[in-house]
């Protein structure tokens, strides 16, 4: 397969915040929109030089269906300048990201801003299906007498029993588990303690701090709110973590034999990330000096309950067809859906009959070494903003690359509903 490299010229994203038991002070397209204006305000070229926007998003609001044509009409792209709304579920972001690049490859473009955004704080609450029964009768009772026989059929259990949106949109419809659920399986399936899911957990949140206080983290444009409050960072990560304070958290998936509890899983989070991707034309053209090049993608299928091992089905196949082994990748990015997941992750690698039996293999692909894997930390310490954190991953990587004057890495990502992602980027 031929893979003609598309640059990465830019990116940025917001400040990923934690959800705290409401609506967060922005909307999925507030986020985009401010991480968006201050990419594109420092770009040679006007925002209706692009010739297309991509965005992708999980959860966009009823009145921004769109949401990516929403953004780039507020972000100044004007009327010409066409723009949609990708969702792959936790690779929305990624997908925006790849539909990009097959654009620029097919010659339909040249200059494409392409990322993602969710504000999961704003995840609705919906009516059960006794509620919603019970207005479709109010709404065909005629005479008076008729409403209030049918208002004093009203439940009040039914009217205080809501549907949790969030917790729908994370239930796999196939086999009926919650994201955390399938992380369950996983833990299981290699026997991975939860010592082991806290350890790494503690690990990520003191990676994000360390990569903070070094100042890894460049690509973050601060929010500002409608009241001129400022967030410059991202607030999930805890500096207290610890293997203490871990260990007093119950299991949140599987109350009585789990392993999978709240601090060793990503946090709900609102967020949004960007790149501006380039032909060599459009380079040549802006005179841009790009961060880096995409130089392959991939997408795989498995299980569904099983979801979490997708970035070894992605990124296997990319190592397959460039001769690289795992530790010939200077910096991996495996977003951290749940420890347990990426844990999962390093032990299929490892495992002589996963690797056989599963991905066509003779035998294990070997141990990665983990000074190379999320070198900043990840999303059970950043949270994961389910259509963000596949461009987030991506861009980060190119930043760790940089920082590190490396050459190759890899951006992975499981997909609820038993997909995988990977991309494969060269500075």
Known sequence: MTFQPVYIVDGARTPFLKARNGPGPFAASDLAVQAGRALLVRQPFAPTDLDEVILGCASPSPDEVNIGRVAALRMGCGNKVQAWTVMRNCASGMQAIDSAIANIQAGRGHLIMAGGTDALSHAPLLYNKAMVLWFAGMMQARSLGQKVAHFAKLKPAAL??????????????????????????????????????????VRSHQRVIAGQAAGHYGEIVPLVDAKGNVYAEDDGVRADSSMAGLAKLKP???????????????????????????????????????????????????????????????????????????????????????????????????????????????????????????VDGGAVALGHPVGASGARIVLHTLHVLRERQAKRGIASICIGGGLGGAMLVER
């Open 252 to 374: 949140f998936f599987d109350k009585k034999y789990g392993r999978v509890t709240p601090g060793n899983s990503s946090q709900i989070t609102d967020g949004a990330a960007w790149l501006i991707l380039a032909s060599q034309e459009a380079v040549d053209q802006w005179g841009l000096e790009p961060l880096g090049k995409i130089s392959d993608s991939q997408w795989a299928g498995l299980d569904p309950a099983q979801m979490g091992l997708g970035p070894v089905h992605a990124a296997t196949p990319i190592l397959q067809r460039h001769g690289l082994g795992l530790n010939d990748i200077d910096a991996w990015e495996i977003n951290e859906a749940f420890a347990a997941q990426v844990l999962g992750c390093l032990a299929a690698w490892e495992s002589d009959d996963y690797c056989r039996e599963q991905l066509g293999l003779s035998g294990a692909l070997g141990k990665l070494d983990e000074d190379r894997l999320n």
């Open 160 to 201: 205080l029993s809501p549907v949790i949106g969030i917790m729908k949109g994370l239930t796999d419809p196939m086999v009926g588990l919650l994201m955390g659920q399938t992380a369950e399986n996983l833990a299981w399936k290699f026997g991975i303690t939860r010592e082991q899911m806290d350890e790494f957990s």
